[in-house]
């Protein structure tokens, strides 16, 4: 398996593609409101991104025709922005990636639309806290396998599941590389984790059963059984200390409030 390691100009460049990601998708959450076509949203994102200096990286990729990934309730990740409109309750992974100096940034994040219920809000906060749990065990010395286990037990411990069809990925002048990172499986596994390495981890997690379908667009992933799901996603690299986010939404641009 080949592992990519990156050098200390390359994650400096890599922080600053993920700030930018970072940045649009706090401008997305805050602009995001009941009414709104998912197309608006993709326009937003592309100008936001070149406005920051970089490129989407989504658009064209293997033929993905927009600059964002919008998936809304049993949708998990893949969906096309379009006509479709988003309404009081839905619950909304946006997943956004960009170009910049040649290198990639990737994250994700799903926020609810104006008041969404308790069972929506529980399963957003454990995708969020098994993304969470994977970054902790990422440091030098682990394996590949200890951040799938972290993620998978954190969800299940909670009653959820996770989605096994889709992975995380490795992260640098292309936005997929190796190696793949599941979701699920035993620790102690794997390629160890070296510093430099850049990663970009995403738990998709299903309120139900973990299969899913692809859609009649040939893109949009979907729960099989019609449960909500939920994505998040981080690009981090590892360093001497463990596990730096480069595409952390804490302290960059927010449209109300500034830095």
């Not at 969470?132 to 998978?152: E, F």
């Not at 994505?231 to 590892?238: D, G, L, N, Q, V």
Request: aromatic share 6%; glycine share 14%.
């Amino acid at each position: 398996m080949s592992i990519i390691i990156k050098s200390e100009r390359e994650i400096a460049i890599m922080r600053q593609a993920g700030r930018i990601v970072a940045t649009v998708l706090n401008i997305l959450s805050q602009r995001l409101r009941p009414g709104m076509k998912t197309k608006e949203l993709d326009v937003i994102a592309a100008g936001e991104v070149e406005k920051l200096g970089a490129k989407p990286s989504f658009k064209g990729y293997r033929g993905f025709p927009a600059n964002l990934c919008v998936s809304v309730n049993d949708e998990i990740v893949h969906g096309i922005p379009g006509e479709r409109i988003l309404r009081q309750g839905d619950i909304v992974s946006l997943d956004l990636g960009a170009l910049f100096m040649g290198f990639q940034g990737d994250a994700a994040v799903t926020v609810g639309v104006g008041e969404i219920d308790l069972k929506a809000r529980e399963l957003m906060e454990a995708t969020e806290g098994a993304l969470k749990a994977g970054i902790a065990a990422a440091h030098p010395g682990a394996r590949l396998g200890d951040i799938s286990a972290a993620i998978q037990n954190y969800a299940e411990l909670r009653g959820y599941s996770v989605v096994r069809e889709y992975t995380g990925h490795g992260i640098g002048r292309e936005m997929h590389e190796e190696p793949q990172i599941p979701n699920f499986g035993p620790p102690g596994t794997g390629p160890v984790l070296e510093k430099g390495m850049a990663l970009a981890l995403e738990p998709m997690v299903n309120a139900g059963d973990w299969r899913t379908r692809v859609g009649d667009n040939h893109w949009t992933v979907l729960t099989a059984d019609g449960s909500l799901s939920a994505h998040f996603e981080h690009t981090i690299a590892i360093t001497d200390g463990g596990a730096e986010v480069l595409t952390s939404r804490e302290g960059v641009y927010a449209e109300e409030g500034g830095y």
